[in-house]
Structure formats: C-alpha cells, structure tokens
C-alpha cells in the first residue's frame, strides 16, 4: 500500500444517492473519524484479496465450493475468544465434511471481522408507544432501546475497525497456528455425531472420513494443509464513509482495494444500479458478492456483470441468491439461463436465510430450519437441471448454543425461542443446526 495518505483522490461513488446511511448529528465529528480511518493500517493485503478472487474462479468455474458464513451481525460485547473461537470451529467442522462429500477444495470464508452494519426494512422502531431511530448495527448506534443510545456515533467506526482488527488478529492465529488440525476438526465431528439425536444419520459419512484420514496416515502422508487453513474475511460494504477510508491503492498494481476485509458484498437494498454502492463495488479490484432477491430481473443480473466484471473475470464476481424456498424453483432458472447464456462466469452461492424469515406469536425473528435445507435444495436443483455448478452456500450461524431458528435435528421449537435468543439482527443458526445442514448439504451434493 501506498505509504501515509491513503485517501482515495477520486472517490467515484461520494455523488450518488446511497441508501442506508446513518444520518449523523455531526458532521465535523465524522470527518474527524473518517481522516482518522484513513491514516490507520490496511486489516487485509491487496495480495491475500486477490489470492481469494483466484480460490473463487475456482468456484465460479465448478472446482471449488464456498462456505461463508457467521454472525447476522456482530457485536462489540461478543469480541471474545470464546465467541470468536466457537464460531471458527463451526466452520471448519462444516468445511471438513463439504470437502469430503463434495471432493472439490471448499474456500472458507467468513461473516466476520467487519460485519457490524445492518440495513434496515423501517428507520424507526416503537416500543409501548415511544418511537426511536432503529438499531443499526454496533458500528452505528447502540441495541439499548432509549434515545441516548440509538443516536449514530462515528466513533463506533473505529471501534468497528479495532474490533475488526482484533477479530481477525485471532482468526489468523487459530487457523494458522494449529487449532484447524483437519484431525482434531475430525474428532469434533465424530462427537457431533455421536452425541447428537440426528447424528446416527450421519454415522456412514463420519466412518467414511475416518476411514479416509486413516488411509493417509498409514501411507505416512501428513500435508502441511491438514494443519493450517486458509480463511478469508467478509462482510457487507454498506457503510460508504467506512469503506471508503478503508479503501487503498495497492502500490504493486496501483488498483484500488478495500482493505477491511478480502471479500465484501452488496445487500438487496442496496444494490440500485443507478447508487453510490454498485459504483464503489466496480472501483474496487476485492471479489465482489451481490446479493439476489425475487425481484431480481435478468437484465439487472447482465448488468451488474458490465458494471462490476467487465473483464470476464471468473471469481471476480459472485451472486448470492435470496430468493426463500418458495421462490428459488420459479426465480432462479431464468437468471441462470441468462447469465450462462451471456458467456459471463460468475459464481452462485445460495443464502437460505434472508429470504425465510418470520415473527412468531411470541414477536421473535425466526426461521425454520426445513424452509433453510429446503431453498438449498431448490438451489441445487435448478442447478442440477441447468448443468451448472451450485457454488456455495452462505449462512447466519454461530458456534453458541442459541435459541433462533426453529426445527433441526435437536429439535428448537417457536415455544424454545425465549430461552437463549440472543442476536442482535435476524435469528442464526446454532452450532448443532449448522452442523445438520453441513451434512445434509454434503449428501445434497453427493446426489449431484
Ligand atoms: O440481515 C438482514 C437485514 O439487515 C435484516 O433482515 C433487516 O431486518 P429488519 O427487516 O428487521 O429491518
Ligand atoms: C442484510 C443482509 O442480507 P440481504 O441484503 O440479503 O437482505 C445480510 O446478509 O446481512
């Protein structure tokens, strides 16, 4: 990176409209923190972004497949070892058997160091008639419902940012440092197995596994991957003062990177053609995810190609498709007909969760776990039918034992939901609830 100023001399995206910005009560307050950000150090290297974007050529070209997943949003307060430990595990238990069952390398990406902002359906939120502004995630207000805390605060940008730092700080350590030994990993999910009501089903895959672990030690095969992994940062890009100042160029090629994070995406209200997102999305040289809904026509899909992959660069761009599981089967066969059709390669990576969501009786967000394992279903199907590769998945989950998501193999039910719900944005699914879907998204794949 470029040494002292890093300032973006022509930020493209600052005259757009830009939805879902915080409206902050002073301004020379934010731009005290911004030209702050803007002299702290880069959390990722523009070299590490682009090694992503080549693991997701891989994926967009059928050789790869992508977990992404973490927190809905994060919070300061959960910036723990605990928290942050319990999460990765998750992950990689969920990597170890996608790789099995798929047979094809899984990049291993997560929602987290940088996912700290929500967009919101309603600027206000009332509460036994006293209305605020909504909570916008820890880098903009507080979750405490009075009016002290619900004020946008800019310095929570640069709590964002060291929280992010020393997130990431750990992430490095435990995946580098030998916590993802893939046979301790292995050992985590014979547990899971065993201890789980739904695990007998998973039994056959587990030996198979071990068998093949067991294979390879007798041959005195120990690659240096067993030990280590590689794990990549993202988050959503959606506030625009915060990337920006986080925005560089790479003195090795002179191209803009946005380093708070290897992968960054769009969301589905964010994502106008004509706004200061999409026009960011194309300056930076990161892996780009889009984020589908149902209402998403073909020609926006086409255009966003023109916008952000002009070069046709596999991995560069990856959609993530939202559609909820009773509109995937219908929606998706046409995007993808066009998409293909257009000779773009794109990656498509299924989001189960965004397009599932309901309040119960009891007023709490949630999901069922059957609409989430359904949607991927539908996902792998159209893809199945098409001839194309069903990329990834992408995922709210937690390595905790939380109440938000109903059903799965031990069993959450709506009259659970009180006991451990504890997101600060849309409900997650549990560290159990995860490792299902994991196994049953392997067999979905082996079935491909
Ligand atoms: O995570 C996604 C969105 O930020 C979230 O679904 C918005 O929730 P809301 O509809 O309660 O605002
Ligand atoms: C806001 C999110 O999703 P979407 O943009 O798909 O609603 C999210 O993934 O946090």
Redesign the pocket.
């Known amino acids: 990176m470029n040494a002292d100023t890093h300032a973006v001399a022509k930020a493209t995206w600052r005259d757009l409209p830009a939805a879902q910005q915080p409206e902050y009560p002073d301004a020379e307050a934010l731009r005290d923190v911004i030209a702050d950000l803007e002299s702290y150090p880069p959390l990722v290297f523009a070299g590490e972004c682009d090694q992503l974007r080549a693991r997701m050529g891989a994926v967009a070209r059928g050789e790869a497949f992508l977990l992404q997943g973490g927190d809905?949003?994060e919070a300061f307060d959960a910036v723990s070892a605990d928290h942050i430990r319990a999460k990765l595990k998750t992950l990689l238990q969920m990597s170890a058997v996608l790789t099995y069952a798929a047979s094809v390398p899984v990049v291993k990406v997560g929602?987290i160091a940088g996912?700290y902002s929500?967009?919101r359906s309603k600027g206000t939120e009332t509460r036994d008639g006293v209305t605020l502004p909504t909570y916008r995630g820890d880098s903009v207000n507080g979750f405490d419902f009075n009016e002290k805390a619900r004020v946008p605060d800019p310095e929570r940008l640069k709590r964002m940012y060291n929280a992010s730092a020393s997130t990431l700080n750990l992430v490095r350590a435990f995946t580098t440092g030998g916590y993802a030994d893939l046979r301790q990993v292995h050992a985590w999910n014979q547990d899971f197995v065993k201890s789980s009501p739904s695990g007998q089903r998973y039994e056959q895959l587990a030996r198979e596994i071990d068998n093949a672990l067991n294979f390879m030690k007798a041959c005195g095969t120990d690659p240096a991957e067993f030990r280590a992994v590689e794990f990549y940062a993202s988050h959503?890009a959606l506030l625009l003062d915060y990337e920006g100042a986080l925005t560089r160029t790479d003195s090795r090629t002179g191209k803009l990177y946005d380093t708070s994070g290897h992968m960054v995406?769009i969301?589905?209200?964010?994502r106008q053609l004509d706004h200061a997102h999409i026009e960011f999305a194309s300056q930076i040289a990161n892996p780009i995810g889009i984020?589908l809904?149902p209402t998403t026509t073909p020609e926006e899909a086409l255009t966003y190609i023109e916008r952000l992959d002009p070069d046709r660069e596999p991995g560069r761009l990856t959609f993530?498709v939202?559609m909820g599981a009773d509109k995937v089967r219908d929606r998706l066969p046409e995007l993808v007909e066009k998409v293909t059709a257009s000779g773009a390669t794109v990656a498509w990576v299924t989001?189960p969760?965004?397009g599932n969501t309901f309040e119960a009786a009891s007023g709490h967000k949630t999901r069922r776990f059957d609409d989430v394992l359904d949607e991927v279903k539908g996902f792998f199907e159209v893809h199945k039918e098409l001839g194309t590769h069903p990329g990834g998945i992408?995922v709210?989950l937690t390595g905790d034992d939380v109440t938000e998501c109903v059903g799965g193999g031990d069993e959450i039910f709506v009259d659970d939901l009180h006991q451990r719900y504890e997101t600060a944005?849309?409900p997650r699914l549990n560290r159990s609830q995860s490792l299902d879907l994991a196994f049953l998204v392997a067999e979905m794949y082996r079935d491909q």
């Not at 969301?267 to 964010?270: D, I, M, N, V």
């Open positions: 809905c949003a929602r996912q929500k967009p959503e995406w969301g589905e209200r964010t984020k809904g993530i939202r989001d969760m965004h992408h709210e944005c849309d």
